[in-house]
């Protein structure tokens, strides 16, 4: 019976030891948990605002001013009409569509083939059409052309101008009327490039930074993976068609961002107009900003509030136009592509400034949670005195969302482990909350440990001592062992067992043997 006992304790031994969970270690709570919680110059190329005489080799700006004067920046010439006085009564797109509501939500709709628009303070998106779909970028290409520049290069190095970098710069294509053998810097190429958009000076400035045109062409496309681009892929330097050369609203916007961080870049493109020194094949001369939103203050589309930043145009892409506002500590970032001719303006500038202003009127950052604020809390485990960690924000979290819209009408998201493990040190990122508006992500941020938890001497012992018997390779090996024992005293039963039949054999026969005698 004793030996039945035995066997029986040793089989739940076994049950336990190769099946155990392991245990929550936590002392009891002790302490109470925590409260609940830019850049503009005096410097200016117009670009033309109706279409282009139809050419396939029609590039995406007009030439610049030929004259050399510049008595005013509105004077400047293209080959397009451009009006700098206001017209009495203007139908601008501006005019012919209100932005429409959906509840608490404004809405715009932009005349173009895909727009986008971000503001600068928190990254929300909040207007977008079809802005990952493929468009051809024109010379907005020369945004990552410039970028790349100036990452590369220096502002004074002396170029000369070579055959080759006037290749494609055909009839009717923009140039900054560089010269075959004309010596001029960096930072003057730079101009030429992205105020009267030179096609001569793209090709110049990616021959001096990439060795050749191929391999500029190949930075390009390496540049656009880095900073996340989804849709774009480059084929030259200066935007000019090409049907294996293309990008999105989204991806200009990004590299756009990337640029303007570098200050030389943020003059340049929110210059009106320079005068270039005199060279050894030009004298001194004045060139003019394509942008018509920074042009002239005489002019009706020009927006106070505009800070550059690159135009383009080809019968292929349409009118285009990268742009940057900001007003009242607030800065948008803007891409409209493949917009309209327009009857006094092209349809990139009536409708980007439409973005721009709708944007400034409808939409105000509130604070989502202030800094230290709790934001949720978490279990712990292997804690002393304690079984949770409260999160916080560690800066104040703001959110861009429309006027009448309050913080209790966001969406809060967090993400979390179910779990964490002491020790766990104030600061340490444990998670993530993310604020949304009605469905468009708002904000998202980092959630930090308010205070330090420490560990538990002893509870950390009881855990190690859990997972090491939750080690398979352990689990295999005493299971094996107690099963060995198992055997072991099932056969010592046994043996006892016949043992005891043994004795009993020898004890009966001599008792049979005494009773004959």
Known sequence: MKCKKQLAALLLSITLLTGMAVPSFAEPETTDPAPAATQTTDDTSTDNTQPAADSDTAADEPEPAANT???????????????????????????????????????????????????????????????????FP?????????????????????????????????????????????????????????????????????????GSLD????????????????????????????????????????IAQQAMQNSTFATIVNTAQKKLPATNMNAERIIYTTNQLILSSYSSIYYDNCYGIKTGHTSQAGYCLVSYAKQSGYTYYSVVLGAKAGSEYAGSFTETKRLFEWAFDNFRLKTATEAGSAVTECPVRLGRGTDHVTLVTA?????????????????????????????IAQGDKLGTVTYSYQGMECATA???????????????????????????????????????????????????????KNRRKKRNARNRGNRKR
Do not use: W
């Open 395 to 423: 800066e104040d979290v703001s959110v861009l969302i429309p006027n009448d819209a309050e913080v209790s009408d966001l969406e809060v998201n967090i993400s979390t482990q179910d779990s964490y493990d002491a020790p």
């Open 215 to 254: 391999e500029f062409v190949q930075m390009m496309n390496d540049r656009a993976k880095e900073l996340g681009c989804v849709n774009t892929h480059f084929a030259n330097p200066n935007g000019l068609h090409d049907d294996n050369h293309y990008s999105c609203a989204y991806d200009l916007c990004l």
């Open 446 to 500: 980092d959630l930090v440990a308010l205070s330090e938890v420490q560990r538990s001497t002893i509870l950390y012992a009881l855990d190690c001592i859990a997972r090491f018997f939750q080690l398979t390779a352990v689990r295999i090996i005493t299971g094996i062992l107690i099963a060995a024992f198992v055997l072991y005293l099932v056969l010592s039963f046994i043996a006892g067992r016949n043992r005891r």
């Open 138 to 210: 024109a010379s907005t290409t020369k945004i990552m052309t410039a970028l790349l520049v100036l990452e590369k290069c220096n502002l004074s190095d002396v170029v000369t101008m070579q055959d080759e970098d006037f290749t494609d710069v055909k009839n009717g294509a923009s140039n900054a009327g560089l010269k075959v053998g004309e010596k001029i810097t960096v930072e003057n190429l730079l101009y030429c490039l992205l105020l009267p958009s030179g096609n001569e000076a793209a090709n110049a400035l990616a021959r001096v930074t990439g």
């Open 69 to 135: 004067d510049a008595a005013e920046p509105e004077d400047a010439q293209s080959d397009t009409p451009d009006n700098t006085q206001p017209a009495a009564d203007s139908d601008t797109a501006a005019d012919e569509a209100e932005p429409e509501t959906d509840g608490k939500s404004p809405k715009i709709s932009i005349d173009a083939g895909a727009s986008i628009l971000v503001n600068a303070e928190t990254g929300e998106i909040i207007h977008a059409e079809n802005e990952k779909e493929k468009k």
